[in-house]
């Protein structure tokens, strides 16, 4: 069974400061991970996601992750925060090599952006 | 090209009431998803369409929950009789073939469904 642990349900940053959110992940099989951001009254956008290659991976709107597979980790970060990226953000896996691709979620991170 | 689009957006019904739920995918998505989330809880998957076929229904709470999906197209997830427990916020997805680059799913708004 797969599993997604984000550590921090509310995070909070000034305007211009760095972001980083925190995931770390349980798969028995290599995994494809994926970032999400949620803004209200709106569904899932896709950030980014690894599936093979380069493990660090650049999303939009400047966000970027590293897979770090000792680590069992996909932590998010960007380097200025903005207004615009309060927003909830939620970590995903999925097998690489399953016949079904159904994303096991995190429960999520609130990012608060402080003028 | 209109992504994956949810009706209604919002629900509110009586417990023991029957309530269904419908998504269009993406067009010429082949996959389409289910997922749940109730409050303060993880967004979680129900099951999986490959076309008009269930791969996998796994996630799927209890028999008053039916889901369907007509020549492959649109789905439909009913629920019969509602209870309590049910109320949170359906979210469907849609993906290309397998193989394609990226195994990206796209989600639409969700339903937000409350039981009363």
């Known amino acids: 069974a797969q599993s997604v642990t984000q550590l921090g349900s509310h995070v909070s940053v000034s305007e211009g400061a760095l972001v980083l959110l925190r995931c770390n992940y349980s798969s028995s099989v290599p995994p494809y991970l994926f970032w999400y951001v949620q803004y209200p009254n709106q569904g899932l956008q896709l950030l980014l996601k690894?599936?093979?290659?380069?493990?660090l991976v650049k999303g939009i709107n400047g966000f970027e992750a590293e897979f770090k597979k000792s680590e069992t980790s996909f932590h998010l970060t960007k380097p200025s925060a903005h207004m615009s990226d309060a927003a909830e953000y939620l970590c995903?896996?999925?097998?690489?090599?399953?016949?079904?691709?159904?994303?096991?979620f995190g429960k999520g991170t609130l990012l608060t952006v402080n003028p | 090209e209109a992504g994956v689009t949810q009706f209604p957006s919002h629900s509110v019904i009586e417990k023991g009431q029957t309530v269904t739920l419908r998504c269009d995918p993406i067009s010429g998505h082949d996959n389409l998803y289910w997922y749940r989330r109730v409050m303060g809880k993880e967004i979680k998957f129900l099951l999986h369409?490959?076309?008009?076929?269930?791969?996998?229904e796994s996630g799927m709470p209890n028999n008053r929950f039916l889901a369907e999906r007509t020549g492959g197209t649109y789905s439909t997830l009913k629920v019969q009789p509602a209870e309590l427990e049910d109320s949170g916020v359906y979210f469907c997805?849609?993906?290309?073939?397998?193989?394609?680059?990226?195994?990206?799913?796209?989600f639409g708004p969700g339903t937000r469904l409350t039981v009363t």
């Open positions: 997805a849609s993906s290309q073939d397998w193989g394609r680059v990226g195994y990206e799913q796209y």
């Open positions: 690894y599936t093979t290659g380069a493990t």
């Open positions: 369409f490959v076309k008009e076929s269930k791969q996998d």
């Open positions: 995903a896996v999925t097998n690489s090599g399953g016949s079904n691709y159904k994303l096991t």
